[in-house]
């Protein structure tokens, strides 16, 4: 049974670093694409930061440069290092499992969420 658990979000000032972790189970993460998801309250989810099965990287526009997408194959363990942090950067943040390894922010590609975590940046 596929599973993913987020945790790391919290409250933090603008300008602040947070570490967001997926732990997975049920499937390997070298195996799929997975990545990082954020939804800010009235719109729509969008994809942040993707790693495909090859360790290929996708990051939106607004956070390059900022965060840092990573995974521990040993641990089975998708990360994401928010660093410079900016109000606009709220929101509720989901791991997500493509059915694909292939790089691919389509939504439609994600078949396994988290239940996601809370990050909030005051300015």
């Known amino acids: 049974q596929v599973k993913l658990v987020e945790s790391g979000g919290g409250l933090v000032q603008s300008g602040g670093s947070l570490r967001l972790s997926c732990a997975a189970s049920?499937?390997?993460?070298?195996?799929?694409?997975i990545g990082w998801f954020r939804q800010a309250p009235g719109k729509d989810r969008e994809a942040v930061s993707i790693i495909s099965s090859a360790g290929y990287t996708y990051y939106e526009d607004s956070v390059k440069g900022r965060f840092t997408i990573s995974r521990d194959n040993a641990k089975n363990t998708l990360y994401l290092q928010m660093n410079g942090l900016k109000p606009q950067d709220t929101a509720v943040y989901y791991c997500?499992?493509?059915?694909?390894?292939?790089?691919?922010?389509?939504?439609?590609?994600?078949?396994?969420w988290g239940q996601g975590t809370r990050v909030t940046v005051s300015s």
């Open positions: 049920g499937f390997r993460l070298t195996n799929v694409a």
């Open positions: 997500a499992a493509s059915i694909r390894g292939i790089l691919t922010t389509r939504l439609d590609d994600f078949r396994s």
